[in-house]
């Protein structure tokens, strides 16, 4: 079965970097796209970036372009967000998401999350 775990969360000072992991299993990685959501406390869940399948193309929302790197490797089924530049506003759980099966009827798939904290 499908699995996704995240790992690498934790307390940082703003201003600090920070890299989370996803490791996924249960199919074939290369084949599909990632992504990484967010939640904050209190708030919905927000997409923060996407990874094509090869890694060529990646997109981010505008709140962390600039600061934010999503990269994959294929080799190891692993999907990275290196956060840098963090703000008190970034922290929240941090979650994988993909979507795996034929293009007309991908299901959706989430890992548990891993929390990240920026405070001093």
């Known amino acids: 079965q499908v699995q996704l775990v995240e790992s690498g969360g934790g307390l940082v000072q703003p201003g600090g970097s920070l890299s989370v992991s996803c490791t996924a299993s249960g199919f074939t990685f290369s084949s599909f796209a990632m992504s990484w959501y967010r939640q904050a406390p209190g708030k919905g869940r927000e997409w923060v970036a996407s990874i094509s399948t090869a890694g060529w193309s990646t997109n981010y929302a505008d709140s962390v372009k600039g600061r934010f790197t999503i990269s994959r490797d294929n080799a190891k089924n692993t999907v990275y967000l290196q956060m840098n530049s963090l703000k008190p506003e970034d922290t929240a759980v941090y979650y994988c998401?993909?979507?795996?099966?034929?293009?007309?009827?991908?299901?959706?798939?989430w890992g548990k999350g891993t929390l990240v904290t920026v405070s001093s």
């Open positions: 998401n993909t979507g795996v099966g034929p293009i007309w009827n991908l299901k959706d798939y």
